[in-house]
């Protein structure tokens, strides 16, 4: 098989996918859907036993209505199997989604699935598609030096336009930052571990990071199990009892915060866009230059 056809084929491969991806998307509106996403909340948080996999969050019980029978249910999360919560309380709000007809396969997710993350997979292999004919086409075409150059700029600046939507939407979802929030007194209730391999010479050896899971309650009221965030993470074990001061938002409770507190946490987000707004810039200029 030649390669451009092999390039064809890998692009027809893509497309193929793109269009599966949309086509389960819509689905979602039929009267019979393939997946259901319904409101939820928690009835119960347990702390972690020691030593267990961060990644698997915490240990919780939620309820809700399965949509098909009407029937209540309430269902613990296992070992990471059904998504992971890292801060909860009684009565949160979440969101369960699982496969029609098999509520017991829920994955639990803190916000409702978006129409975009929705068509992620559709967008993705569409983009994919795209890259792929423009390879083939830059092969067979003048200039490919700066036909693939301005893919390259294009590219750069369909992910900005993406990651531009992302940071919106996490900006408006999430709460202002943690300054002049109220500041509350927290204990650490067990710690989470999670392994590293080192290549020591040929040696492999393995590390561990010990991060402590706390609890704390607002002045509203609410009890807050949370595995800490970045900033109460340990290479050694952090005696169980160790009492800390937290500050929490008092319009999610889910976000809160150790000494030294972080003004802006999306400030890493607004780099990266801006970066990759200069970077696809130079790609494009690069490739009009190229092309005249």
Not at 14 to 26: D, I, P, Q, R, S
Not at 67 to 73: D, M, V
Not at 278 to 285: D, F, K, Q, S, Y
Request: aromatic fraction near 10%.
């Amino acid at each position: 098989m030649s390669g451009n056809a092999l390039l064809l084929l890998l692009a027809a491969g893509f497309g193929g996918w793109a269009l599966v991806e949309a086509v389960w998307y819509a689905t979602r509106f039929t009267s019979d859907p393939v997946a259901h996403s319904v409101a939820s909340r928690v009835v119960r948080v347990d702390v972690p036993p020691p030593e267990t996999d961060q990644t698997h969050g915490l240990p919780v019980a939620v309820a809700f209505q399965d949509p098909s029978t009407g029937q209540e249910l309430t269902l613990r999360t296992s070992g990471g199997k059904n998504g992971a919560l890292y801060v909860a309380w009684e009565g949160m709000p979440v969101w369960v989604r699982f496969p029609s007809g098999e509520p017991s396969a829920f994955r639990v997710q803190r916000w409702p699935v978006s129409r975009g993350q929705e068509l992620a997979g559709a967008f993705w292999a569409a983009v994919l598609c795209a890259a792929v004919l423009l390879l083939r086409f830059t092969t067979v075409q003048h200039h490919s030096y700066g036909w693939a150059l301005l893919g390259l700029g294009d590219g750069l600046t369909v992910l900005l336009a993406y990651n531009c939507v992302c940071a919106i939407r996490l900006r408006r979802r999430g709460p202002a930052p943690l300054d002049g929030a109220p500041t509350v007194p927290a204990e650490v209730v067990s710690l989470m571990r999670e392994a590293h391999l080192n290549d020591d010479n040929g040696t492999i050896t393995t590390t561990y990071t010990y991060t402590a899971v706390v609890t704390f309650t607002t002045h509203e009221g609410l009890t807050v199990v949370g595995i800490g965030p970045t900033g109460l993470k340990h290479h050694d074990d952090v005696p169980l009892g160790t009492r800390l001061s937290v500050r929490y938002s008092p319009e999610d409770p889910a976000t809160f915060a150790f000494p030294p507190y972080d003004p802006d946490p999306h400030l890493p987000v607004i780099a990266w866009i801006v970066v990759t707004i200069v970077w696809g810039a130079i790609m494009t200029l690069a490739s009009m230059h190229a092309l005249l």
